[in-house]
């Protein structure tokens, strides 16, 4: 729950949030607690949609909570270089 209420701070510090997820009803769930706390400055998006759009994109801060352990060490390391990429220089 701290973590959650983390998170909703850093939304609410924000100008726009891109929050990212494989899993469709994460995404519903995450969108719909968006909703419940007024927040209006976030953008849905699946992984596969983030991965075509990624080249476009420059991310001034990068938050990954509960992901990794999830991945398989070699794609992590590529997302984790990836995401490394498209970070904002400064």
């Known amino acids: 729950m701290l973590a959650a209420q983390h998170r909703v701070h850093l939304l609410g510090r924000s100008r726009h949030v891109l929050a990212v997820d ?26 596969g949609v983030f991965a075509r759009d990624a080249n476009r994109r420059r991310f001034d801060f990068v938050q990954a909570y509960a992901v990794f352990q999830h991945i398989r060490p070699r794609a992590g390391m590529r997302l984790t270089r990836r995401i490394l990429e498209m970070l904002s220089i400064g």
């Open 22 to 47: 494989i899993s469709p009803s994460m995404l519903t769930e995450a969108q719909a607690n968006c909703t419940e706390q007024g927040l209006t400055n976030v953008e849905f998006a699946e992984t």
